[in-house]
């Protein structure tokens, strides 16, 4: 048996789950989550848990129960306390700036980049010295990390002087250039 899937999800205080077949609704301070779960598992609730179990033994059967267990747990979390992506910008003269569910890039070429932004996600911006500093914010996990992906690929780092998008943390190796090489 799945040992994660055995686990069961505690429900904070504020937070309101509710189970309506193969649907489960999740409520909180940071807003609402619906996520329909595969027919081999079944969710119940029970003394301020989510219990988390799958009908039959089959191969889909187990490999779903982690999962669900995992998604619902993120979902739990994200109306709690929600989720979190940085992103840093770096080269002379890059920045970014939102305005009105826009973000605006200025990546070193003639025309800026324009990113408009999904449902329930928030961009902060802030600047220091050449790098520009971009944080991801929303409740759902997944629509987070996509966010950040398709920024991360609109400008990834470059090996040669590592200018780009990354992520906060991310090491670039990088190439020496061609004086190097004789």
Same mark, same amino acid.
């Given at each position: 048996m799945s040992r994660? +899937?055995?686990?069961?999800?505690?429900?904070p205080? #504020?937070? %309101?789950? /509710?189970?309506? +077949?193969?649907?489960?609704?999740?409520?909180?301070? #940071?807003? %609402?989550? /619906?996520?329909r779960v595969s027919p081999p598992i079944e969710v119940k609730l029970?003394?301020?848990?989510?219990?988390?179990?799958?009908?039959?033994?089959?191969?889909?059967g187990r490999s779903l129960h982690g999962l669900t267990r995992t998604l619902l747990a993120n979902m739990v979390e994200g109306v709690t306390a929600g989720f979190e992506?940085?992103?840093?910008?770096?080269?002379?003269?890059?920045r970014a700036e939102v305005k009105e569910r826009r973000l605006t890039l200025?990546?070193?070429?003639?025309?800026?980049?324009?990113f408009d932004l999904p449902e329930g996600v928030e961009i902060d911006t802030?600047?220091?010295?050449?790098?520009?500093?971009?944080?991801?914010?929303?409740?759902?996990?997944?629509?987070?990390?996509e966010v950040a992906a398709q920024l991360r690929a609109i400008y990834p780092p470059e090996s040669y002087k590592g200018k780009?998008?990354?992520?906060?943390g991310e090491t670039v190796r990088r190439k020496a250039g061609k004086a190097a090489a004789t």
């Open positions: 994660v +899937g055995k686990r069961p999800i505690d429900i205080d #504020g937070v %309101k789950v /509710t189970v309506n +077949g193969q649907s489960v609704h999740i409520e909180g301070p #940071g807003g %609402k989550l /619906t996520r029970s003394d301020n848990r989510i219990i988390v179990e799958r009908l039959r033994d089959t191969r889909q992506k940085a992103l840093e910008i770096h080269g002379v003269g890059y200025r990546l070193g070429s003639s025309n800026p980049v324009n802030s600047r220091e010295a050449q790098i520009t500093h971009v944080k991801v914010k929303g409740i759902d996990k997944q629509v987070v990390g780009g998008i990354r992520y906060s």
